[in-house]
């Protein structure tokens, strides 16, 4: 595994080093921007991005959103010292595969090594903000689908509108397959919908852009 360590606190860069060697890992690069991240992204090529969001000049978001819109697959990993709403959201929106608080160095490794294996790292407490999260940067939605629907359920719907599959939901959420087709199967059966691409569109048309 081959990581890109990205902060601009070097003695940020120089911890998350040392910790990753420890570990075995490789380190492909440092840099200390996210105008580096770009560049070092392209010219490296490393297995996963590890990335500050709050840098002084260009951002963690910003970098990962550019390197996303060339490279759909690549494996970003943000840290950050706080759950900043907006940040989430962002990082959910722009494809990122992961969301850690920066202070929790422990879960790093597990975290890269969960990534590395196609996983997405999103803790319960960020999955539980989603639907408050999209309900206040787009529309509110109707008193009648909050009534039908629980806030897990409407996390998945999300999720769902997103594009993602029942697999990579179940990462996400932290739940099985068949866990995950249950509820699809009782959303749909709530709000009598055939399948889940009536159930993307009435998302977006209830709740707005994902």
């Given at each position: 595994?081959?990581?890109l360590i990205i902060d601009d606190d070097p003695l940020i860069t120089a911890s998350l080093k040392m910790i990753?060697?420890?570990?075995?890992?490789?380190?492909a690069g440092l840099?200390?921007?996210?105008?580096?991240?770009?560049h070092l992204f392209e010219q490296l090529k490393p297995d996963i991005l590890l990335m500050d969001i709050q840098m002084k000049k260009?951002?963690?978001l910003t970098a990962a959103k550019t390197i996303l819109a060339q490279y759909p697959e690549a494996?970003?990993?943000?840290?950050?010292?706080?759950?900043?709403?907006?940040?989430?959201?962002?990082?959910?929106?722009?494809?990122v595969k992961g969301y850690l608080?920066?202070?929790?160095?422990?879960?790093?490794?597990p975290a890269l090594t969960a990534v590395m294996t196609g996983q997405s790292v999103f803790g319960t407490e960020i999955i539980s903000k989603i639907p408050n999260l999209l309900q206040d940067n787009e529309k509110k939605p109707s008193t009648l689908t909050h009534d039908r629907l629980s806030d897990k359920e409407i996390a998945l719907?999300?999720?769902?509108a997103k594009g993602l599959s029942n697999k990579e939901i179940a990462e996400k959420m932290f739940?099985?397959?068949?866990?995950?087709?249950?509820?699809?199967s009782a959303i749909l059966d709530k709000l009598a919908l055939r399948d889940r691409t009536q159930l993307a569109v009435f998302y977006l048309k209830n709740w707005g852009n994902v």
């Open positions: 595994m081959k990581v990753l060697e420890a570990k075995k890992i490789d380190i840099g200390h921007d996210g105008s580096e991240a770009i260009v951002s963690g494996k970003i990993l943000l840290l950050t010292t706080f759950s900043d709403d907006d940040y989430i959201l962002k990082a959910l929106k722009y494809g608080i920066k202070q929790d160095y422990s879960s790093i490794v719907t999300a999720l769902v739940l099985s397959e068949g866990t995950i087709r249950n509820y699809l």
